[in-house]
């Protein structure tokens, strides 16, 4: 299985929104409601942000949110803060049953 | 509040196998609504899935990995434990252990991680 294609940077200023994109194929992404995202600071564990697509974790900012065309999810943060700088994966389920990442993200907070 | 505790040997050699558990802090492990999983992240890159496993059903792994990889439960000691074998430099990693709903995505607890090196 191939690691799902996520951008390797993307930037914004404080206060802006940006969105991820991750896209795989029919075989994921495009057959699945399983789809997450997680954040990770350097040096840190990762976070887990969104699951199935759409849905935060309690105690999750309402500034993050996740969806879903096709084959591509994406993971929307507005209100852009310092302190989202940080590397974000999205995951997800595939057709034979198994789970694969994205190849991650740089966030930068200008 | 459920911990998740890696531990294991820090420095493997190559060829040799790889053997990390992961210590739950309470009994969930013997709940099938929960899938227990172990992800990795090798020096400077991104996260790869090995694996995962559920009380009462069936283990899943990482295609790439499934010829050297076994996950397995220990109810009694409330641990979940990985070996991989005929280890590599490539196998060089944080290796994380975390809990997954079943039947979602949910990624909910994460341990902090152990870090195993493959060098002679």
């Known amino acids: 299985q191939s690691a799902l294609t996520q951008p390797a940077s993307v930037s914004g200023s404080p206060g802006q929104s940006i969105s991820i994109s991750c896209t795989g194929t029919?075989?994921?992404?495009?057959?699945?409601?399983?789809v997450s995202w997680c954040q990770q600071h350097p040096g840190k564990v990762p976070k887990l942000m969104i699951y199935?697509?759409?849905h935060r974790p309690s105690g999750v900012s309402d500034r993050f949110s996740g969806s879903k065309s096709g084959n591509t999810a994406s993971l929307t943060i507005s209100g852009l803060q310092a302190e989202d700088e940080a590397d974000y994966y999205c995951?997800?389920?595939?057709?034979?049953?198994?789970?694969?990442f994205g190849g991650g993200t740089r966030l930068t907070v200008l | 509040q459920l911990q998740l505790q890696e531990s294991g040997p820090g420095l493997v050699k190559p060829s040799e196998t790889l053997s990390l558990t992961c210590t739950v802090s309470?009994?969930?492990?013997?709940?099938?609504?929960?899938?227990w999983v172990w992800i990795r992240q090798p020096p400077g890159k991104g996260l790869e899935w090995i694996g995962n496993?559920?009380?009462?059903?069936?283990?899943q792994y990482n295609p790439s990995l499934k010829s050297r990889v076994t996950i397995s439960l220990d109810t009694s000691k409330s641990q979940v434990s990985l070996k991989l074998t005929s280890v590599t430099a490539a196998d060089t990693a944080v290796y994380f252990c975390?809990?997954?709903?079943?039947?979602?995505?949910?990624?909910?607890?994460w341990g902090k991680g152990t870090t195993v090196t493959v060098s002679s």
């Open positions: 029919s075989s994921d992404v495009g057959n699945s409601d399983h």
């Open positions: 995951l997800s389920y595939t057709t034979s049953k198994n789970w694969v």
């Open positions: 199935d697509v759409s």
């Open positions: 309470d009994d969930s492990i013997s709940r099938s609504t929960y899938s």
């Open positions: 496993t559920y009380y009462g059903g069936t283990t």
């Open positions: 975390a809990r997954r709903k079943r039947y979602t995505s949910n990624l909910d607890v």
